[in-house]
């Protein structure tokens, strides 16, 4: 059973920093796409940053030269360094991550996500 696991979340100032992490682990063969999400309260769920296998980095318009998406690939892991945090940053973020695992003896891809880690930037 493949699992992501976030951590890193919490309450930092404005212009503050937080470094988000998530752990992918199971039965793992590869990862391809890995991604953080967010949702803030009465908002639809965004992409804040993808990465991809080779390392090449979307950003959401909102969060470009503030926020870099890395990943640990030997680690099954993916970060989110967040700087100059603002208010509207405020949500709750989800780790995504489309994986290739075994499952009842086969592999399958699939595409999955963290249970999500509040993040509040206070002004």
């Not at 470094?19 to 063969?29: E, N, T």
């Not at 989110?80 to 489309?98: F, G, I, R």
């Not at 695992?101 to 880690?117: E, F, I, N, V």
């Amino acid at each position: 059973q493949v699992q992501l696991v976030e951590s890193g979340g919490g309450l930092v100032q404005a212009g503050g920093s937080l470094r988000l992490s998530c752990a992918a682990s199971g039965s793992i063969f590869s990862i391809n796409n890995m991604g953080w999400y967010r949702r803030a309260p009465g908002n639809q769920r965004e992409l804040v940053a993808g990465i991809r296998s080779g390392g090449s980095t979307d950003y959401a318009d909102s969060v470009k030269g503030r926020f870099t998406i890395s990943r640990d690939n030997a680690k099954n892991t993916v970060f989110l360094q967040m700087n100059s945090m603002k208010p509207e940053d405020t949500a709750v973020y989800y780790c995504n991550a489309d994986i290739l695992a075994l499952y009842s003896g086969t592999y399958r891809r699939s595409d999955y996500w963290g249970q999500g880690t509040q993040v509040t930037v206070s002004s």
